[in-house]
């Protein structure tokens, strides 16, 4: 669950309790009552504390239940997202090995997180490849098909129907586009956070 940020920005009532996370690692929990919050819970790590966010008429019994809530969302939030650079260089390997005969060799595949318009990009003069960390939040299969079109650049300059062709071997090519499509159309609705332009790439 993403920090709220609008909350975040608040007054909120402190009612700061300590307890035992359960199974989340040894951070403390600090609980804070909004009377600006009716009905919706969030939650956020704060350094190595986590931060839940309840509204102020909740009972001690809710405020515990949605603790506990809370904990497993954050928690299982961070399992997917522990694909770390290492584990993206693997990835990136085996991606290649699969579908481009092994022959897509980058150097360096990294996270970034200064690439809010373009979900990954590369540098083929030294074969390095560039994931947004905004995709660390979206499906595996998505990942998989970002690293594959950066890891089909390496190969493939431009986006012509030789590069469209390469890419044609990840099967999942037209639904993880039409995934990236649908957050980026709904990044341009009206409300949304910040209207940034999410292109493709490049
Ligand atoms: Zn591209």
Redesign the pocket.
């Known amino acids: 669950m993403p920090a709220d940020p609008l909350h975040r920005a608040g007054k909120p009532q402190r009612s700061a309790s300590s307890q035992p996370p359960s199974g989340s690692g040894t951070s403390a929990i600090e609980v804070r009552r909004s009377t600006r919050r009716r009905r919706t819970v969030s939650a956020y790590r704060e350094g190595d504390r986590t931060i839940v966010l309840i509204p102020a008429r909740m009972s001690k019994a809710e405020e515990k239940r949605w603790v506990t809530v809370m904990l497993d969302r954050l928690a299982a939030q961070e399992s997917r997202r522990k694909l770390g650079d290492s584990d993206l260089g693997e990835r990136a390997g085996r991606l290649s090995a699969q579908f481009f005969g092994g022959r897509a060799r980058p150097a360096s595949v990294r996270w970034v997180t200064n690439q809010n318009t373009r979900w990954g990009s590369c540098t083929p003069a030294e074969g390095s490849i560039r994931l947004s960390h905004r995709l660390q939040a979206m499906p595996e299969y998505v990942v998989d098909y970002v690293l594959c ?1 950066e890891l089909a ?1 390496l190969l493939v300059p431009g ?1 012509g129907p030789d590069f469209w062709k390469l890419l044609e071997s990840y099967p999942r090519t037209e639904r993880a586009r039409g995934y990236l499509e649908g957050v980026a159309a709904a990044e341009r609705l009206p409300g949304a956070a910040d209207a940034a332009e999410a292109s ?3």
């Open positions: 079109h650049h986006h493709e790439e490049e």
